[in-house]
């Protein structure tokens, strides 16, 4: 049914459900997993406060996003491997657009399936700040399954 699945994590609880899932549906279906974590880097000058942070501090920030970003990864490909999983890769992405590097993710390594969580943001919250899941939803051409 599926040979590739990509799951996309951002390493939060609700996001854990659907790396379980995904581990899951990929034992079920002798499925490789891809686990993708996508770092967004902003702009390269940052204000913390009133201080503008210089380029070396500015470097050490997205240097701590990308080692966090590779924690969560290894960490969920080692609970796939540990359940079985054949042949779990890992990335970690950087991109602006969460949604555009998850759907360019799955459209590169040939994925038949991404699954990801919904974080279920309402009312004002999803006016202001949007939602990458219904983004990926609506862009993607890869299946998608969202977990709630």
Known sequence: MYERILVATDGSELSDLAVNSAIDLALLTQAELMVVKVVQHYPASYFEGSLLLSQTEVSRLREQADAEAQRVVDAVKEKADGRGVK??????????????????????????????????????????????TLHVLTHSHTPVLVLR
């Open 87 to 132: 042949s779990t890769r890992s990335i970690v992405m950087q991109g602006e657009l969460i949604s555009e590097a998850i759907i360019e993710a799955a459209r590169v390594h040939h994925c038949d399936l991404i699954v990801m969580a919904s974080h279920g943001r309402r009312g004002i919250k999803r006016l202001l700040m949007g939602s990458e």
